[in-house]
């Protein structure tokens, strides 16, 4: 008897927006001096609007055709304060991004 696995391939999604090669530029130096986490490109650098989770390829497929028929102006995105996750043993810095209506909505 012939056994048939079926591999799905699953991504972690996730819907951000791309930040300013001058903002992107700034967080870099500023990685430079920290001691915590690790230095993420700064290519790599986005504000993360919502976080969807693990999903099948087809799933994103469809998430990507939803979110490309979105027509929205660019929000206005202002950094204001850095913080870290993992209590006193902290695993990663991230930068806090100001209230804004226009992102609220996009969310």
């Known amino acids: 008897?012939?056994?048939h696995w079926c591999y799905a391939l699953v991504v972690r999604c996730f819907l951000a927006l791309p930040l300013s090669e001058q903002t992107r530029f700034a967080l870099g130096e500023l990685q430079k001096g920290l001691r915590?986490?690790?230095?993420?490109a700064?290519?790599?650098l986005h504000v993360t609007v919502v976080f969807l989770d693990d999903r099948s390829e087809e799933a994103v497929e469809d998430l990507h055709?939803?979110?490309s028929a979105i027509r929205?102006?660019?929000p206005d995105i202002s950094l204001k304060g850095v913080?870290?996750?993992g209590g006193m043993s902290p695993r990663s810095v991230h930068v806090s991004v100001e209230p804004d209506p226009s992102l609220t909505d996009l969310h």
Request: aromatic share 10%; proline share 0%.
């Open 65 to 67: 055709n939803e979110f």
């Open 1 to 3: 008897m012939a056994s």
């Open 83 to 85: 913080g870290c996750f």
């Open 72 to 74: 929205s102006g660019a």
């Open 36 to 40: 915590v986490g690790r230095a993420v």
């Open 42 to 44: 700064s290519g790599n």
